[in-house]
C-alpha cells in the first residue's frame, strides 16, 4: 500500500511538471497584459503535432522535431499577441480575453482539418523502462517529462532575473505605465511574454504527446485549464508558485486517480481550487507585495469589477446603446410563432427553436456578467442543471411538464444562488475563477453522478412535453415544441427586462461600479448577489429545459467550459448588460453556424473569424454595452 502511494507522488511530479509550464505561460501573460490567454492550450496541441508531423512526415529524429516545433509556436505565440491584443489595447478588457477564445476556436478547428478529428500515435523514439526504488516505481517517460520540465522553468527563472530582459518582464508586469515612463518599450515586453508562453506550451504539448503516446486535436482545452488551475493554486502572477501549484495539483490528481477514482480526479483538483479561491484568492505564493510577478495589483487578483462596463464608465458617450421595452420581447415571441404557420421544414424550425433557447441562456449571462459585474465562464453548469432535472423528473419518475419543467426553473434558481455564496467575497478575475471551478465542478458532477445522471451516456428518449392539467395534451411534432418554446422565451424575457428597469435592477448596476460604495449605502449587497444568481439560474434552468424536452437526448458534453464560454461570447457580442442585445446575439450566433453549415467543417473557423472582426470594430456589443 505504502509503495503505490510513493509510486502515484513520482507519478503525480511528472504530470504536474507539465502543468506548471502551462503555468508558467499564464503567468507570464497575465503578468505583463492582465489577460488570461485562453489561446495558451492551441498553442500547447500545436507544438505537439507539429512534432508529430515533423517526425512522421519529414523523418526528422524527435530532438530536432522538437527544437523545430517550438521555434514555430513560439513566433505564432507573438503573432498571437498582434492579432489578439495590440488591436485592442483600448478596447473593453474581455475583448482581447475573447479574441483569444476566438482564435482557439480557429486554431483548433484548423487542426480537426489537418490531421482530421481522431487520435494519432506518437512515435516514441526510446523503449519506456520501469525503474524501482524501493517499492515505488517510475517509467523512463516520468523521468524524461520531469527532468526537461525543471530545466525549462529554471532556465525560464534565471531568464527574469539576470538578464536584462528579464528585468524588463519583471518590470512591466508591476508597473507598466512606470517601465515605460523609464525607457521600457512596453509592446516589446508583451511580445516577449506571448512568445515565451508560446515556447512553454509547445514543449507542455510536446511531453504530454510522450506522456500519453498520442495526440488529437481536442486536446489543448483540457489540458490548458489543469494548467491554469495550477498557476491559481500556486499564485497567478508568480513563477514559482506556477512550478509549486503544477507540482501539487499532478500528485492531487494522481492521489484522488488511486485512492477515489479514476472518474474523480478532475472533480478533487477543481474542488480544491475553488475552496483555495475563497480561502487564500492570491495563491499559495501570492502575496500583496511587489515581489510577485504582477505586482500588489495582480497578485491579489485586482481587475475591475466587471472588465468591459468599468473600462466603458468613462466613454459612455462614445458608443450608441439600443434596448428595446420589455413588451417588445413579447412582440418577438408573437412574430416567431408565425414562422411554424409559414414553413413545416423541420430542419427551419428546429433551428430556430435552438437559437430561441440560446437567447435565454445568453440573457441569463448578461444578468450577472453584464448587470451585476460578475464575469461567469461556468454558467453552462445552470444549463445543465435545468436539463438533467427535466430528464429525471420526465424520463425517470414520468412527471407532466408542469411540474418537471417549474421544477427545473425553481431547482436551478436554488443551485445558483448557494454558487454564489463562495463568490460573495470575491472580485475581479478571482471572482470569474470562481464560476469556472463552478462549472467545472457542476460539469464532473454530470460525468461522475451514475445513479442520478447516468453519467457519459446521459438520457436517451426523454418523453416530449405533456401537460396533465390540458387534458393529457402532448406536444410531439417540433411545430408543437416550437409554440412552447416561443411562449416560455418571450415571457421569461420580458419579465427579466421588467426586473432589470425596476429598482432591483438600478441596484445590482450600482454594486456592479462599486460593490463597496454600494454596501457604505447601506444596501445588503449579498441578498441582492444571491437573488440576481438566482434569477439567471432560473433563466437558464427554463433554458436547459426546454433544450432537453426539443433534443430528446442530452449528455453532459452539452453542458462542458466550451459553451459557457460561448455563452459568455454571446452576452458580450450582443452588449454586457444589454438584455436585448444579448437575446439578439444569442439568437443570431446559434443560427449563423446553420447557415455555414453546407461549408462543414469551415464553419466553425467562419465563427472564430466573425468573432475576432465583431471584437475589433464593435467590441461594445452589437447593439451597446449598459
Known amino acids: 500500500m505504502l509503495e503505490l502511494f510513493f509510486s502515484q507522488i513520482l507519478n503525480g511530479l511528472a504530470i504536474g511538471q507539465v502543468y506548471a509550464l502551462i503555468a508558467l505561460g499564464f503567468s507570464l501573460v497575465f503578468g505583463v497584459s492582465n489577460l488570461i490567454n485562453f489561446a495558451q492550450g ?37 503573432v498571437l499577441e498582434g492579432v489578439a491584443l495590440r488591436p485592442l489595447t483600448n478596447g473593453p478588457y474581455i475583448a482581447p480575453v475573447l479574441s483569444t477564445l476566438a482564435i482557439s476556436i480557429i486554431v483548433d478547428q484548423l487542426a480537426e482539418i489537418i490531421w482530421s478529428p481522431e487520435g494519432q500515435a506518437f512515435p516514441v523514439p526510446f523503449e519506456n523502462h520501469t525503474f524501482f526504488i524501493g517499492g515505488a516505481y517510475i517509467t523512463t ?45 512596453t509592446g516589446n515586453v508583451r511580445r516577449l511574454a506571448f512568445g515565451l508562453a508560446g515556447t ?31 498557476a491559481l493554486l500556486g499564485g497567478l502572477t508568480s513563477i514559482p508558485g506556477a512550478v509549486v501549484g503544477g507540482l501539487l495539483l499532478g500528485v492531487i490528481e494522481t492521489l484522488a486517480s488511486a485512492y477515489v477514482g479514476e472518474g474523480y480526479r478532475d472533480l478533487v483538483a477543481f474542488s480544491l481550487l475553488l475552496v483555495f479561491l475563497i480561502f487564500r484568492p492570491q495563491g499559495l505564493l501570492g502575496d500583496s507585495r511587489l515581489d510577485a510577478l504582477g505586482g500588489a495589483g495582480a497578485a491579489g487578483g485586482s481587475m475591475p469589477t466587471t472588465s ?13 446603446v439600443f434596448d428595446m421595452p420589455a413588451w417588445g420581447f413579447l412582440l418577438a415571441g408573437a412574430v416567431l410563432a408565425i414562422v411554424p404557420l409559414l414553413s413545416n421544414s423541420s430542419y427551419l424550425l428546429q433551428a430556430v427553436v435552438y437559437s430561441m433557447i440560446f437567447a435565454m441562456l445568453a440573457s441569463s449571462v448578461t444578468l450577472v456578467s453584464g448587470v451585476m459585474g460578475v464575469l461567469s465562464i461556468g454558467h453552462a453548469a445552470f444549463y445543465g442543471v435545468g436539463a438533467y432535472t427535466v430528464a429525471v423528473l420526465g ?55 451514475l445513479s442520478v445522471t447516468r453519467g457519459p451516456m446521459g438520457f436517451l428518449n426523454i418523453p416530449a412535453p405533456q401537460f396533465d392539467l390540458l387534458g393529457g395534451l402532448r406536444l410531439a ?29 438600478r441596484v445590482w448596476r450600482g454594486m456592479r461600479e462599486d460593490r463597496l460604495a454600494a454596501h457604505a449605502a447601506g444596501i445588503p449587497v449579498r441578498r441582492y448577489l444571491l437573488m440576481g444568481f438566482a434569477v439567471s439560474g432560473a433563466l437558464a434552468g427554463a433554458a436547459g429545459g426546454l433544450f432537453a424536452y426539443v433534443q ?21 457580442l450582443g452588449g454586457l448588460g444589454n438584455l436585448t442585445g444579448a437575446a439578439l ?40 454595452a449598459r
Open 552 to 572: 430528446s437526448v442530452i449528455s453532459p458534453d452539452s453542458f462542458n467550459v466550451q459553451a459557457s464560454m460561448l455563452l459568455l461570447t454571446m452576452a458580450v
Open 477 to 505: 411534432s417540433i411545430s408543437q415544441k416550437f409554440w412552447l418554446v416561443a411562449l416560455v422565451a418571450a415571457v421569461s424575457l420580458y419579465l427579466a427586462q421588467r426586473l432589470l428597469r425596476s429598482g432591483v435592477g
Open 200 to 230: 512553454l506550451g509547445a514543449l507542455s504539448g510536446i511531453l504530454v504527446a510522450l506522456y500519453f503516446e498520442s495526440v488529437f486535436p481536442q486536446m489543448g482545452m483540457p489540458f490548458s485549464l489543469k494548467g491554469f488551475s495550477a
Open 585 to 624: 446575439a444569442g439568437f443570431a450566433l446559434t443560427l449563423l453556424p446553420e447557415l455555414f453549415r453546407p461549408f462543414a467543417e469551415w464553419r466553425m473557423i467562419a465563427y472564430g473569424v466573425v468573432l475576432l472582426l465583431a471584437l475589433r470594430w464593435r467590441p461594445y456589443g452589437l447593439l451597446g
Open 308 to 320: 468591459l462596463l468599468a473600462s466603458a464608465s468613462s466613454q459612455r458617450a462614445a458608443h450608441r
Open 395 to 449: 424520463h425517470t419518475y414520468g412527471l407532466p411538464t408542469e411540474i418537471a419543467l417549474p421544477a427545473a426553473v425553481l431547482l436551478t434558481a436554488a443551485v445558483a444562488a448557494v454558487a454564489a455564496l463562495p463568490l460573495y467575497k470575491l472580485s475581479g478575475h478571482t471572482a470569474a475563477l470562481g464560476t469556472l471551478a463552478i462549472g467545472q465542478i457542476g460539469f464532473l458532477i454530470f460525468m461522475t453522478w
Open 42 to 78: 492551441a498553442l500547447f496541441m500545436l507544438g505537439a503535432f507539429l512534432t508529430f508531423t515533423l517526425i512522421t512526415a519529414v523523418g526528422l529524429p524527435l530532438v530536432v522535431a522538437a527544437a523545430l516545433a517550438i521555434v514555430i509556436v513560439t513566433f505564432l505565440g507573438m
Open 141 to 185: 517517460t516520468d523521468i524524461v517529462i520531469f527532468v526537461f520540465g525543471a530545466m525549462a522553468a529554471i532556465l525560464l527563472t534565471c531568464f527574469l532575473r539576470y538578464s536584462w530582459m528579464g528585468r524588463t518582464v519583471r518590470a512591466t508586469a508591476q508597473d507598466r505605465d512606470a517601465a515605460a515612463q523609464l525607457g521600457v518599450r
